[in-house]
């Protein structure tokens, strides 16, 4: 699930350190060091990033400006280990990262079905047995010990 976070002044934020997000935007002039997001607060460990294609297909819809002739489209996820804001502007020696869209992103749970229908229906049935032979137990019991109190008392 992508959660739109929006842009307060000229950053997006506060972010929580833990939580993953997906930025997309412009590079602008030469292709900028790569380290600048993490450097802003990304964990290097989860940090991924795609151009124009091989985007993950639950990516959000974006809604970038058009681009100028000294702009390419970059993509990024990451978790967040920073402290407050996300600049909308990243700048480095060799260009410039602006960042237009930035979304909370929740992996989907996957299909895991921790115990299946048949291991329950096995189970009910197994606990169904055990009982009714407990019952049986108890009420042969109490009928051995009744028998047993009548012949003494004759």
């Known amino acids: 699930m992508n959660t739109p976070i929006l842009l307060n002044g000229l950053s997006y934020g506060p972010l929580t350190p833990g939580n993953r997000y997906r930025l997309s935007g412009y590079i602008r002039g030469g292709v900028p060091d790569g380290s600048a997001l993490t450097n802003a607060g990304f964990d290097p460990a989860t940090a991924k990033s795609w151009g124009t294609v091989g985007v993950p297909s639950d990516w959000p819809t974006e809604d970038l400006p058009p681009s100028s002739s000294d702009e390419q489209i970059f993509r ?6 920073g402290s407050g804001t996300l600049p909308s502007s990243i700048q480095t020696n060799n260009g410039t990262f602006l960042i237009y869209q930035v979304w909370l992103y929740i992996a989907p749970l996957e299909n895991v079905n921790l115990v299946q229908p048949s291991t329950i229906e096995a189970t009910l049935t197994i606990g169904i047995i055990v009982l009714a032979l407990g019952l049986a137990g108890l009420w042969m019991s109490v009928g ?7 012949s003494t008392r004759a």
């Open 144 to 150: 051995s010990n009744t028998l047993r109190t009548a």
């Open 76 to 81: 990024f996820e990451g978790t967040w280990i």
